[in-house]
């Protein structure tokens, strides 16, 4: 089993940066990638980036490719979301996920249903 903690989300202001944590706990052996998800009120979650975590290759939803960078540190268990130049339409529940292969294998990052493991989501709310 698989415990996942989001955490680094706030207000901001329109410009503004933050970089959201996702620290995991329990058998993190068995995983291969993780990813950031996000939902705003009235919209369906969509897919943000993802990192295998061995390799360190990410990929990114073509709305945050040079806005967004994901990273991890391995020793210390976490993945990070820095978000800059945020905007008012970043403002949702963030999430993270972490996956024990179908997603991997498949290619198939941005597919929510094929992630095993979710945090609790941390809210980002942007100000215009």
């Known amino acids: 089993q698989v415990h996942l903690v989001d955490s680094g989300g706030g207000l901001v202001q329109t410009g503004g940066s933050l970089r959201l944590s996702c620290t995991q706990s329990?058998?993190?052996?068995?995983?291969?990638?993780t990813g950031w998800f996000r939902q705003a009120p009235g919209k369906e979650r969509e897919f943000v980036a993802s990192?295998?975590?061995?390799?360190?290759?990410?990929y990114y939803a073509d709305s945050v490719k040079g806005q967004f960078t994901i990273s991890r540190d391995n020793a210390k268990k976490t993945v990070y979301l820095q978000m800059n130049s945020l905007k008012p339409d970043d403002t949702a529940l963030y999430y993270c996920?972490?996956?024990?292969?179908?997603?991997?294998?498949?290619?198939?990052?941005?597919?929510?249903?094929?992630?095993?493991?979710w945090g609790q989501g941390t809210q980002v709310t942007v100000s215009s």
């Open positions: 329990g058998r993190t052996d068995t995983l291969y990638a």
């Open positions: 990192i295998i975590l061995d390799t360190g290759l990410t």
């Open positions: 996920a972490a996956e024990m292969g179908r997603a991997l294998y498949s290619r198939e990052y941005a597919r929510g249903d094929l992630y095993d493991y």
